[in-house]
């Protein structure tokens, strides 16, 4: 649709623009995730995206890598301490997101991306939410995020899917900042 392709020329300018004038905080957080959790300092992630496509999510590193006596990786909630906690409460995580808003693998808005693995367990409703770009921030995020069960997070990616439009996207940004 022509909002689809106005959409994608505002996420990639945006973003472009939001990734020049957050460089030095970039710089900065990257210093303050290299001392405290060690490298990488960005974490990339296969998650499904636009049909069910793999991309490479980026993220800001947010757990250590600490490990047991065989060198295997500790439980996540054993590696994440609390600046990663900080980073993970405040989306400081999702920064390095832009670039994949520039790249063309996600938008500002819709569904989150979700891991791979769980695409063959959508049911023939869940998996409308793979109609369209997944977003950094969408509707399940700002109503709950992480306090909302999996079939409400479901639901509202539907929604989304169903109803977007500049209104919708507008609606979604004001309530996310």
């Known amino acids: 649709t022509s909002y689809d392709f106005y ?3 505002f996420d990639r300018c945006v973003s472009l623009f939001l990734l020049l004038v957050l460089l030095p905080f970039f710089i900065f957080l990257a210093l303050i995730i290299f001392i405290n959790l060690g490298n990488p300092i960005i974490f990339c992630h296969v998650r499904a995206g636009l049909n ?3 991309f490479r ?3 800001f ?3 250590t890598n600490k490990s047991d006596s065989n060198g295997e990786l500790l439980p996540p909630e054993e590696r994440l301490n609390s600046f990663g906690i900080f980073l993970r409460s405040t989306s400081l995580d999702e920064l390095p997101s832009l670039i994949n808003v520039i790249k063309g693998d996600m938008s500002f808005i819709g569904p989150r991306p979700l891991l791979l693995k769980y695409v063959p367990l959508y049911s023939s409703e869940q998996i409308l939410r793979l109609s369209v770009k997944p977003g950094i921030t969408g509707l399940a995020q700002v ?3 992480n306090s909302i069960t999996w ?4 639901r509202l990616d539907v929604r989304y899917v169903r109803t977007k439009s500049f209104l919708v996207d507008v ?3 004001v309530m996310t900042i």
Do not use: A, D, T
């Open 7 to 9: 959409k994608e020329i």
């Open 151 to 154: 079939n409400e997070r479901f």
């Open 52 to 54: 069910g496509e793999p």
């Open 57 to 59: 999510l980026f993220k």
């Open 171 to 173: 609606n979604i940004i």
């Open 143 to 145: 109503n709950g995020r």
């Open 61 to 63: 590193r947010s757990m």
